[in-house]
């Protein structure tokens, strides 16, 4: 399975049903109590998703994959992150 599916793809790993993958546009990210916060409106992650996180600009810290905790309808926080640089564009994020 690769990292980046794209949206409408299939995913399943071991000993999981298959599921449709998700992308959502990442439109900011910020310093969250040292963790970074991802900023994707309208996302549909749950806190727990295994969620990789691409092309971000600036907070560069921020690309891979990561398991994530859902904090409003339009955030996200990556679990075990440190907010580094200043966030200047782009990204997306992609649950599997």
């Known amino acids: 399975m690769s990292a980046y599916q794209g949206q409408g793809a299939h995913s399943q790993q071991q000993g999981q049903r298959w599921r449709k993958t998700y992308t959502v ?18 996302h549909k992650f749950q806190t727990g998703n295994n969620v990789t996180i691409a092309a971000v600009g600036g907070t560069t810290e921020a690309n891979g994959n990561w398991v994530i905790t859902r904090t409003g309808g339009n955030t996200f926080t990556l679990n075990g992150s440190t907010f580094t640089n200043a966030y200047t564009s782009g990204g997306t994020a992609v649950r599997h």
């Open 25 to 42: 546009a990442i439109t900011g990210a910020a310093n969250s109590g040292g963790l970074i916060q991802i900023t994707a409106n309208g």
